[in-house]
């Protein structure tokens, strides 16, 4: 099991940019193939927003495309999100997760294929 907090979360204004952190410990670094970022909304399934894999391929929900930037460090202990140009619909409480190998990869989507997961840091969009 990793250990997982985030931070950097708040309130801005719709065009506003965010950026998240997360800091991992324990566990070891095959508990960490994939890291992500998810989101949910009271009364929504928690979403996938971006990944990271092992060799450092990322990959997008397509809503944020262009605007988010997921990166970590190559020890795997610090994963970040970068939000631009922020919408109102996007005011969410963000985790953090990690997971061991799964296959496809496509599936990282899937809440359910990562074990480990942050408290969440909160956003808020405002119009």
């Known amino acids: 099991q990793v250990d997982l907090v985030e931070s950097g979360g708040g309130s801005v204004q719709s065009g506003g940019n965010l950026t998240l952190s997360c800091t991992a410990s324990?566990?070891?670094?095959?508990?960490?193939?994939?890291m992500a970022w998810f989101r949910q909304t009271p009364g929504n399934e928690r979403e996938g927003v971006a990944v990271?894999?092992?060799?450092?391929?990322?990959n997008y929900a397509e809503s944020v495309k262009g605007r988010f930037t997921i990166s970590r460090d190559n020890a795997k202990t610090k994963l970040a999100l970068e939000m631009n140009m922020l919408v109102p619909e996007e005011t969410a409480m963000y985790y953090c997760a990690t997971a061991s190998f799964f296959w496809p990869t496509s599936d990282w989507t899937t809440p359910s294929n990562f074990a480990s997961w942050g408290k969440g840091t909160q956003v808020t969009v405002s119009s």
């Open positions: 990271i894999e092992a060799d450092g391929t990322t």
């Open positions: 324990g566990g070891s670094t095959y508990d960490r193939y994939y």
